[in-house]
């Protein structure tokens, strides 16, 4: 028995030999989900072909010929200038290899130095081709540069490298060939599919005029079928594509406008193309990001939409056409409308390595900025166009004014006095109600000043919410926040998923609390009441979580190609992201001022609204149920009185993995 209890000790045993680091690509095989979408390899091979997109971006490049083979490889050439295959100075190996080879390096920094490749590209994250090469079992690359052809071989995730050959004479001709081999381990499925491919393709060809886009599919009886896609009318051809036969309500409206070197808040060629059209059934839109497809949308919709509405509303303000008592909203000028847009940004964020949704807060104001005025003259010079618009957008606006009042005579007859310490919101339509639980009174007042009066409530929480879990329903009320959170939602405690909602409030309520340990326990106060007392709202998606930021960063002016800034950072991993790519834009250490939040009281309502309220820039997650997790259990075990010993257990076997914030 001894030797047995010395052997387990042993090998559980825990010293610096226990510590492991991943080197090169060895973190990419390790955790693939962490930088690629893993159920088809169609991200690691986006990535080639957004490297070939790049460079017909930048005006290299007329041609992207994609082979999709047999045998499951994938072949993307490009007739752009070639990757660099000289030696790199600093690293002292050939820049193709460190392309391949190593996460955070290519040719889309330093934007601002004059040393990098690309102006505009898909991001700055600086993973690309390297997660391709780290996730397939060979990668071939051949690159046409200064008359010669260069060759070498990527395989077993990267581990082996063939020497570098020179292959022959090109001529003038330039341009890369990249053949992947996907490793099929990695993904749930080896294969990528062929309608998201031609749709990827497809896209490209509407943002690159000029270039043509060729996709060549090799059969099983060993024949070749080929598409190809050009678009000589640009992004409204393609939104004529998309809307097939649905009737407009007015003519396409299509411009683009971009930065010149004198624009004050932005740098020179930042800017946007779009085309935009009403119509009577629903049509599809699509935005990009530097040709980069942001299937989630993010802050250039949003920013695209503030244009689009201003215009449209000053259009109607001038010439009198809104009946008296009633208010515009966004989503009645929008609701209608279809767009494609295609923003050229400097530094896109993007919310995570897979680039779905566009997170950059300037964007807003980029894209915004860049269609109101053209499309408020566009407007004025199609006087029935705009008016057809104009007529559309108060159409929905008394629809949703009538359809609000119908929902507030339901309500009136047994509605209960609501909190006095409740700001609430104007508007009673459900969808668009929000209503936030805010920790603090000093919180609570930077809210108030930082909400849309129309659509937000506030309602301060005083101290932290009793715990709830083992507390009858017929005994909640006795404490006074429990109580007014019930009261200004509108409903009763329930038992049951599927509760009768009617007389529900607010379309969201999201809890908004420090992001500190207080903030994390009055999160879990919370949440345990309205899993344990209203768990319709959770299955109804009504609950939310916002993510105030725990850092400020303020970064200098830089010329009068960027003002200065002012940048959020969630946490510390964000921070030093951010302090990384800061810095290999080239601005100085010493010149990065960061502070910190105590609370959300520390914040003005700016910073509040920016980061934790408007809807185009906020983080807010939403709060569902895991149906792989023992939720009651886990609860049970956190929040019941009887569990101490439990707690323990599970704390002293889990407690290594929580970043505890003293």
């Known amino acids: 028995m001894a030797t047995k209890a010395s052997d387990s000790r042993a090998s559980t045993y825990y010293d610096e030999s226990s510590f492991r680091v991943l080197k090169g690509l060895e973190p990419v095989r390790e955790r693939p989900g962490m930088y690629t979408r893993t159920d088809s390899p169609a991200h690691i091979i986006q990535e080639v072909i957004d490297n070939a997109a790049d460079e017909a971006l930048g ?13 499951g490889a994938i072949t993307v050439v490009d007739d752009g200038r070639g990757i660099p295959v000289g030696i790199h100075p600093e690293e002292k190996i050939p820049v193709v290899v460190l392309a391949f080879t190593r996460l955070h390096a290519g040719g889309k920094f330093d934007k601002r130095s004059g040393n990098s490749a690309y102006a505009f590209s898909g991001g700055l994250h600086g993973v690309g081709v390297a997660v391709t090469n780290a996730l397939s079992k060979r990668v071939a690359v051949e690159v046409r540069r200064e008359g010669k052809i260069w060759q070498i071989d990527f395989a077993e995730g990267g581990e082996k490298i063939s020497p570098m050959t020179e292959a022959g004479t090109c001529g003038k001709q330039t341009g890369t060939r990249v053949t992947v081999w996907p490793d099929g381990k990695y993904f749930d499925t080896p294969t990528v599919s062929s309608v998201e491919l031609e749709r990827l ?27 190809t896609w050009s678009y000589p009318q640009g992004l409204a051809g393609y939104l004529i594509e998309l809307a097939g036969r649905a009737e407009n309500i007015a003519p396409l409206y299509a411009a683009e406008k971009y930065a010149d070197s004198d624009h ?10 779009w085309v935009i059209g009403w119509f009577v059934e629903a049509v599809s839109s699509e935005s990009y990001v530097n040709l980069i497809p942001t299937v989630a949308g993010g802050t250039h919709e949003s920013g695209l939409r503030a244009g689009v509405f201003e215009a449209v509303k000053s259009f109607i303000e001038h010439r009198a056409l809104l009946p008296r008592g009633v208010k515009l909203q966004q989503d009645d000028v929008c609701s209608h409308m279809a767009y494609v847009l295609s923003t050229r940004l400097l530094d896109p964020q993007f919310q995570g390595q897979v680039k779905e949704k566009l997170n950059s807060r300037e964007a807003v ?22 008016r057809a618009i104009a007529e559309l957008a108060i159409h929905q606006a008394l629809a949703r004014q009538k359809n609000a009042q119908k929902v507030e005579k339901r309500k009136q007859s047994g509605v209960a006095v609501l909190p006095g310490k409740l700001s609430d919101c104007e508007s009673t339509l459900l969808t668009e109600n929000e209503l936030f639980l805010v920790e603090g009174d000093s919180a609570g007042g930077s809210a108030k000043m930082a909400r849309n009066k129309e ?68 999160q879990t106060l919370l949440l345990t009441l309205f899993y344990r007392h209203f768990p319709a709202l959770i299955t109804a998606g ?33 921070l030093a992201v951010i302090k990384d790519r800061l810095l290999k834009e080239g601005v100085p250490a010493h010149a990065i001022e960061v502070g910190r939040f105590k609370g959300l009281g520390e914040m003005n309502p700016e910073q509040l609204r920016e980061t934790a309220m408007n809807p185009a820039t906020r983080r807010v997650l939403s709060v ?26 599970w704390m002293e076997a889990n407690g290594h993995l929580v970043d505890a914030d003293i």
């Open 201 to 227: 393709l497809r896209s490209k060809a509407v943002l690159l005029p000029g270039v043509t886009v060729r996709l060549d599919t090799e059969q099983a009886n060993g024949s070749t079928s080929s598409k």
């Open 455 to 522: 659509t937000q409530a506030i309602l301060p929480l005083r101290g932290k919410v009793q715990n709830s879990w083992e507390i009858d329903a017929g005994r909640l009320f006795a404490n006074a926040e429990i109580h007014d959170i019930a009261v200004a939602l509108g409903i009763d405690p329930h038992d049951n998923s599927t509760a009768d909602l009617s007389a529900l409030r607010y379309g969201k309520v999201i809890i908004m609390s420090d992001a500190d340990v207080d903030g994390a326990h009055i």
């Open 264 to 273: 004050a808040d932005f740098a020179p060629g930042e800017g946007a193309a």
């Open 624 to 649: 569902t149920e895991r149906p792989e997790v023992q939720t009651k259990a886990l609860f049970n075990l956190l929040m019941g009185k009887g569990e101490a010993a439990s707690r323990r257990t």
């Open 542 to 574: 009504h609950v939310h979580i916002a993510q105030p930021p725990l850092y400020r960063i303020d970064v200098p002016a830089s010329g009068k190609k960027r003002p200065a800034r002012r940048l959020y950072a969630l946490d510390e991993g964000e």
């Open 59 to 71: 005006g290299y490049a007329k041609n992207i010929h994609v082979t999709l083979h047999h045998s």
């Open 365 to 386: 104001k980029l894209v915004s900025s860049m269609i109101r005025d053209p499309f408020e003259i566009w407007l004025n010079q199609h006087v029935e166009a705009g």
